[in-house]
């Protein structure tokens, strides 16, 4: 089984980028389709960003598209979360989600599309 442990998070003013990372460990991340999700307080959580295994597929959210980009570096065995233009309601706590047979068509992806999760990490934008 992956291990995943995301880092970048913090507190980023309207209008800034951040980069978020989800390293996986136990398992090459190459076998793993990779997801992004998040979760403001009080909100369901939200799927942000889909990955293939080999990076070349990828689909997002309306609310991050143009302004959000998921890449891989599957010999780093990381996933990567560029965000920019950034928006007040993009603070959320982002998590990173693998799963080893789900491949999606087309979007939407689900939370319970995904086997494993990351711990999560934390995203504030200031107005």
């Known amino acids: 089984q992956v291990q995943l442990a995301e880092s970048g998070g913090g507190l980023v003013q309207a209008g800034g980028s951040l980069r978020l990372s989800c390293a996986a460990s136990?398992?090459?991340?190459?076998?793993?389709?990779m997801g992004w999700f998040r979760q403001a307080s009080g909100k369901e959580r939200e799927a942000v960003a889909y990955?293939?295994?080999?990076?070349?597929?990828?689909y997002y959210a309306d609310s991050v598209k143009g302004r959000f980009t998921i890449s891989r570096n599957n010999a780093q065995n990381t996933v990567y979360l560029e965000m920019n233009s950034l928006k007040p309601e993009d603070t959320a706590v982002y998590y990173c989600?693998?799963?080893?047979?789900?491949?999606?068509?087309?979007?939407?992806?689900?939370?319970?599309?995904?086997?494993?999760w990351g711990q999560g990490t934390l995203v504030t934008v200031s107005s």
């Open positions: 990955i293939s295994k080999s990076g070349a597929v990828s």
């Open positions: 989600a693998a799963d080893s047979t789900f491949i999606a068509r087309t979007w939407p992806i689900r939370g319970s599309n995904f086997e494993v």
């Open positions: 136990g398992r090459p991340s190459s076998t793993y389709t």
